[in-house]
C-alpha cells in the first residue's frame, strides 16, 4: 500500500530538487564546522522538511481551480505585493537593503514567494488572452504586474529580485506564443532601460560592483574581494577538491557568505569539478524536466506556468553562478534550493508541488 501511495508523486521533478538541497545541506555543514555552531544548518533541515510537505501536498492537489478563479490568484498576487512594500517600512537594514521582517531568530523574506505569484499571475493573465498576443497594448498591460514588484525591490535596495522579476515576465511572453521579432524589439526596449537605470537610478554600490566585476583592480579590498577569493576557491580545487571540511578559502574565513551567496564557490572548492559537474547536472536535469513540462501541457495556463517557473530557476541559477566565476557582478541571487536560506527553499518546492499538481490532473 505505502509503495502505492508513492507512485502518484512526481519523482522526476522531486528528486533532483532533493539532491540540489542535499548538496545544499552538505555544503552549509561543511562551512559550519571551522565557526564551531550548526544552527543555520538545523534550521535549513527544517526548512527543508517543510518544504518537502508543501510539494506532497500541492502535487497531491486538484489545483485547476487556479485556472480560473481570478480573485483567488490576483489576492495571491497583491498580499505578496502589499508585503514587500511593507519592507520599506518596518524591516531593519541588513547587509545594506530592507530586505527581511525579523520573526525572533527567523529572517522572513516575501520576494520569492512573490515572484511565485508573479508567474501565476501572468500564466493567468496570458492564458485568457493568447488570441491578442500582437497587441502592444497587452504587453504593456502584462509587464504592469512585474514593474511593481520590480520597482519596490529597486527601492529597497534589492537589485537580484528587480533581475528576476524581470526574468519571469520575459518567460511569460515568450512561451506565451509571441512572435520573435516582437520578443526581440522587447528586448532592445530593455537594453535602452537598462542604460537609462544606470544614468540615472542605480545607486553608488549597485554601480562600484558592476565596476569592480569590469574591472578587479578597481576596489581589492572591498567588493572585488569576494569575486577574487571566489575564483581563487574554484581555481585550486582540482579533479576531487579539498575535501569536504578542508577547504582553506571556506574554513578560514577567506570566502564571504560561503552558505548564501557563494556557495557555489565553497561547494566547487571542498568537491572539485567532478561535485561542480553533479551539480550542473542535476539544475540542468531539472530545468530541462521543467521545460518538458512546458512543451508538453495540456493547456495554456500550465505551459505558461512551467515556463515561468523555468525562467525563474534559470535566472537565479546562471546570475548567482555567474557571480561565483567572476563572469557576472555580485547582485546578491541565492543559488536555488542549494544556498542557505528557507524563503528561496519553500517558494521552489511549492512551485514544482504546483507544477507536479497540474500535470497530474492536465
Not at 527544517?46 to 508543501?54: E, G
Not at 499571475?121 to 511593481?148: D, G, N, P, Q
Not at 541565492?334 to 527553499?345: A, C, D, E, I, K
Request: hydrophobic share 55%; net charge positive.
Amino acid at each position: 500500500m505505502g509503495m502505492k501511495i508513492f507512485k502518484h508523486y512526481n519523482w522526476s521533478l522531486l528528486l533532483p530538487a532533493i539532491f540540489l538541497t542535499g548538496i545544499g545541506l552538505t555544503s552549509i555543514y561543511s562551512a559550519s564546522i571551522s565557526r564551531g555552531s550548526f544552527f543555520d544548518f538545523k534550521k535549513q533541515l527544517i526548512f527543508f522538511a517543510f518544504a518537502l510537505i508543501c510539494f506532497f501536498v500541492l502535487s497531491r492537489s486538484d489545483l485547476r481551480f487556479i485556472k480560473t478563479n481570478s480573485f483567488l490568484v490576483f489576492g495571491f498576487y497583491l498580499f505578496f505585493l502589499l508585503l514587500i512594500a511593507g519592507l520599506l517600512f518596518v524591516a531593519p537594514i541588513t547587509r545594506g537593503i530592507h530586505g527581511w521582517y525579523k520573526l525572533g531568530p527567523i529572517a522572513f523574506d516575501p520576494e520569492p514567494l512573490a515572484a511565485l505569484s508573479l508567474i501565476i499571475i501572468l500564466a493567468k493573465f496570458f492564458s485568457a488572452r493568447h488570441t491578442e498576443l500582437r497587441s502592444w497594448r497587452l504587453l504593456l498591460v502584462s509587464s504592469l504586474y512585474m514593474i511593481a514588484p520590480f520597482s519596490l525591490v529597486f527601492l529597497q535596495p534589492d537589485l537580484g529580485s528587480g533581475i528576476c522579476f524581470v526574468a519571469i515576465w520575459l518567460g511569460a511572453i515568450l512561451f506565451s506564443g509571441l512572435p520573435l521579432k516582437r520578443f526581440m524589439a522587447v528586448l532592445l526596449v530593455f537594453m535602452v532601460l537598462a542604460g537609462m537605470g544606470w544614468q540615472f537610478f542605480l545607486h553608488d554600490y549597485q554601480k562600484q560592483r558592476i565596476l569592480s566585476f569590469l574591472n578587479p583592480q578597481v576596489d581589492q579590498k572591498g567588493i572585488s574581494w569576494s569575486i577574487n577569493q571566489s575564483r581563487i576557491a574554484i581555481g585550486s580545487a582540482g579533479f576531487l577538491g579539498k575535501g569536504l571540511g578542508h577547504g582553506p578559502q571556506t574554513q578560514y574565513g577567506f570566502l564571504t557568505e560561503p552558505k548564501t551567496d557563494f556557495i557555489f564557490s565553497a561547494w566547487a572548492e571542498e568537491t572539485g569539478f567532478l561535485g561542480t559537474l553533479f551539480l550542473f547536472a542535476l539544475l540542468f536535469f531539472l530545468f530541462w524536466r521543467i521545460l518538458q513540462a512546458a512543451f508538453f501541457a495540456s493547456g495554456n495556463f500550465s505551459r505558461l506556468f512551467a515556463g515561468g517557473l523555468a525562467f525563474f530557476l534559470f535566472t537565479q541559477s546562471a546570475v548567482n553562478i555567474g557571480m561565483c566565476l567572476g563572469l557576472l557582478p555580485v547582485v546578491g541571487i541565492p543559488l536555488p534550493m542549494v544556498s542557505y536560506g528557507g524563503n528561496t527553499l519553500v517558494a521552489f518546492y511549492i512551485g514544482l508541488g504546483i507544477l507536479a499538481g497540474l500535470e497530474r490532473r492536465g
